[in-house]
């Protein structure tokens, strides 16, 4: 493992030659300014930022190590001040709500092991492959991104922490199955898997305009501070269609269960619809709107409605003012209205 991890340093950061041997970058930039109106905690705005930077590099089969794809990534995050002060919501209004740091996102290695069959390791963003809901990807409050069933009752190795995990992929057309195993403490990288572990799988399929996919999780937090054991399943439906108005639209179900002792989130539900071609044309905008529910152990529900207005511009520009309303923040506090202005910025 130490051999592997050392080569794809030395690939990634030492070879100056690595994007000129058919290596590439990608990466985004975003801004935002999250103003909340009325209710939760207080009054008052917050301005916060990321940026994410990744390299892939193609390498060719060699002694040690077969054909694949090696890929860095790093992420930097920062903001004036914490965004739970404000709404105090456990949907939280955007997923930028991160600490001040910079850190590895991804430092991965990825190979065909067979026909079909893929499989990776090293540092990864797991919610990259798993418990994605592609329709929501306008939405930006954190029920729209991973079921908050699975992601509030474990610490998820995703952003802003990515951990350190391995996977396999098998994929034929339509149809699909993962199974994977990360750590279970990826803000701590050091931990590996001392600090417990996810166990997650999914599995999916498409057949014409409909898509439907199911995962489960285990996850044992070992000396994972705030967490408790847990194991739970999700489903996520999604229907596509074409309107006579030339406007691609699809609507989307995300619904998941946590067993978890004691418990704090047994279950979690969004629905929601995304149309593009709202006012412009050459699909450059889009209008987004969905409701994200939480059921809290012995506390009144919380319950999210987010509209987003996105419009692209300048090629790989985006401008997306949104806004929020949630009911009863963390089951305790009065209602609250968000507004979001979030620019962005894709290479």
Excluded at 169 to 187: F, K, M, S, T
Aim: charged share 15%.
């Amino acid at each position: 493992m130490k051999r592997l991890t050392l080569r794809l340093i030395l690939c990634l950061i030492l070879s100056p030659a690595a994007l000129a041997a058919g290596g590439t970058w990608s990466g985004y930039v975003k801004l935002e300014d999250v103003y909340n109106l009325h209710g939760g905690k207080k009054i008052g705005n917050i301005l916060q930022g990321a940026t994410r930077i990744t390299a892939t590099y193609p390498i060719f089969g060699s002694e040690y190590v077969p054909d694949g794809i090696y890929k860095l990534g790093v992420l930097g995050a920062t903001h004036n001040r914490s965004q739970s002060s404000y709404t105090a919501a456990i949907q939280s209004t955007t997923l930028l709500n991160v600490q001040r740091e910079i850190r590895i996102s991804n430092l991965s290695y990825e190979t065909n092991l067979a026909p079909y069959i893929t499989g990776r390791i090293g540092i990864m963003d797991l919610e990259t492959y798993y418990d994605i809901t592609e329709a929501a990807s306008y939405l930006y409050n954190t029920a729209f991104v991973n079921a908050m069933a699975l992601d509030k009752n474990t610490q998820l190795a995703s952003f802003p922490y990515p951990g350190i995990g391995a996977m396999v992929e098998l994929r034929n057309n339509q149809n699909y199955a993962l199974l994977g195993l990360y750590q279970g403490n990826p803000q701590q990288l050091h931990t590996f898997l001392y600090h417990g572990y996810m166990l997650i799988s999914e599995a999916g399929t498409k057949v014409s305009h409909f898509a439907v996919k199911a995962g489960a999780w285990l996850y044992q937090a070992g000396a994972t501070p705030n967490y408790n054991n847990a194991l739970g399943a999700y489903f996520i439906g999604q229907q596509d269609w074409r309107t006579d108005s030339n406007r691609d639209m699809v609507a989307f179900m995300q619904f998941a269960y946590s067993n978890e002792d004691p418990k704090y989130i047994p279950y979690s539900l969004t629905l929601g619809v995304n149309s593009n071609n709202i006012f412009l044309n050459n699909n450059n905008d889009w209008l987004s709107a969905g409701i994200g529910k939480i059921w809290l152990y012995n506390l009144p529900s919380e319950v999210v409605y987010e509209l987003s207005y996105v419009i692209r511009f300048c090629d790989n520009w985006y401008l997306s003012p949104d806004l929020q309303y949630v009911v009863k923040p963390s089951g305790l506090y009065h209602n609250a209205t968000v507004f979001l202005l979030r620019l962005e910025y894709w290479f």
